[in-house]
Every structure is written in C-alpha cells, then in structure tokens.
C-alpha cells in the first residue's frame, strides 16, 4: 500500500524535532518548519545560523509546539537534562550558550531551510535498501525528513526525479520545482546519530561511493493543504 507512514517537523533549525499525526504544508512547506534557528555569535562566526556542522551539541536539544498543524505560538526547547524552556524565556540564550559552550542569539523567521520553504521527501524502499546495504538499521531520523512514504517505486527511484516530478499525499502536491530542488545531497549530518552522540562516518561514505551522497529529494507544495498519517500517496 502506497501511504504516509510519517510527519516530521523541526521547530528550530539543527535541533531535534517532532512527528506529528497531521501536518499542514503551505508555501512555507511544512508550517513552523525550521521557523527557528540559533545564530553563532563567535567573533569569526557573527551572524551566521548555527548547525549541526559547527556544533554536535545541538542534538542534545530539542524543540516542540505540540501536535498541531499550524503552531500556536514558539516552540518549546527541551535539554538534555530534560529541563524546559519557551523560546521567548530570557534565560535562554545564556543556558544554550552554557551547553554549546559558545555565544548564540536567537532568531525567528519562515524558510531557514538551506534551499528555501522547501519539503525533504524519503521513501521506505530506499531506506530498507540502505539498511540492506550497510548491514545495519539505519534511524530515518538521520535525514532530518517532513514526509517518509510508503510508495510504489523501487528502491533510489527519486536519485533520478528531474524537473516537473510530483507525488501527491493527501490534499497535498508536491513538485520537483524551483531552485535547489531535486534528489537531495547530503551534507555530514546524518553520519550522526540522532542525539549527537556517536558519528558513524562509514555510512556517509556509502552514501558517496553508491549513492552520489543522494538519499531523499527536495520539493516544494504546489498544492497547499493537510497530511495526516495513513494518507494515500502517488507518485509520478
């Protein structure tokens, strides 16, 4: 069966995020994606959005509105000693600064995505397939996905999705359109593993030596509206 097996959204940038039930995607693609970034306030760094790249340390952390299609106000930041505070506490930028072991302010904005309000879309062929390959399960968090799918492709079908490529899920389409959008090029972020504990480099190197360092494909909704989990998907 052809379905949405899940939703991902990540409130802040390179923090860890949260699986949702229903998602609603718009022209900011998922809303409250990536609403939220931390911006490095190192002398040589000012002004620059924090990531994962810089420092490991943001997966310790994770952000939440709760499960709900459009969020109802910032998020909640949660550490990994499990203490909780809203993104408008004034305590926290020095709390962050105190567990990243580096200056950060905070910023809101829509779109912090590298390739603007786009979707990274994954499918369970390919991620089977790649736990096959490298003799390991792989963690679909990893990829930092919106829309895991169960589809009617086979395995690294959409490392050759071009311009024009749709899949529908829901009320929702998406297209191959725009800039930066297509397969996805994966940066190192995946060779960690989900709280930033452990780097897994080998897996990086797969993705290269077999896979062009592609794993998902990168969209944008031409057609806005729900999602909710078990929805039927088509692609093509």
């Given at each position: ?37 931390l911006v490095d306030e190192r002398p040589n760094r ?162 290269i030596q077999r896979h062009e360092n592609k794993f ?21």
């Amino acid at each position: 069966m052809s379905e949405v097996l899940k939703l991902n959204r990540w409130p802040v940038k390179s923090l860890r995020g949260e699986q949702l039930s229903t998602a609603l995607f718009d022209e900011r693609g998922v809303a409250g994606d990536r609403a939220y970034a931390l911006v490095d306030e190192r002398p040589n760094r000012a002004g620059n959005i924090l990531t994962v790249r810089q420092n490991q340390t943001l997966l310790s952390w994770s952000a939440s509105y709760g499960d709900l299609p459009e969020p109802a106000g910032p998020p909640i930041l949660t550490g990994s000693d499990d203490q909780r505070f809203s993104w408008e506490d004034p305590k926290l930028a020095d709390v962050l600064e105190e567990s990243l072991g580096i200056p950060v302010s905070l910023r809101a904005a829509d779109g912090q995505q590298d390739r603007g309000p786009t979707v990274l879309v994954t499918f369970e062929s390919s991620l089977r397939e790649l736990s096959e390959e490298v003799g390991a399960e792989v963690d679909l968090r990893r990829f930092r996905t919106n829309l895991h799918v169960e589809a009617d492709l086979p395995a690294f079908a959409e490392q050759d999705w071009e311009a024009g490529a749709t899949i529908t899920a829901g009320e929702v389409e998406l297209a191959v359109t725009g800039e930066h959008a297509g397969p996805c090029i994966r940066c190192a972020v995946p060779s960690w593993d989900a709280e930033g504990r452990e780097r897994w480099r080998e897996l990086q190197t797969h993705l290269i030596q077999r896979h062009e360092n592609k794993f998902g494909v990168i969209m944008r909704v031409t057609r806005p509206g729900a999602v909710n989990v078990g929805d039927a998907v088509r692609a093509g």
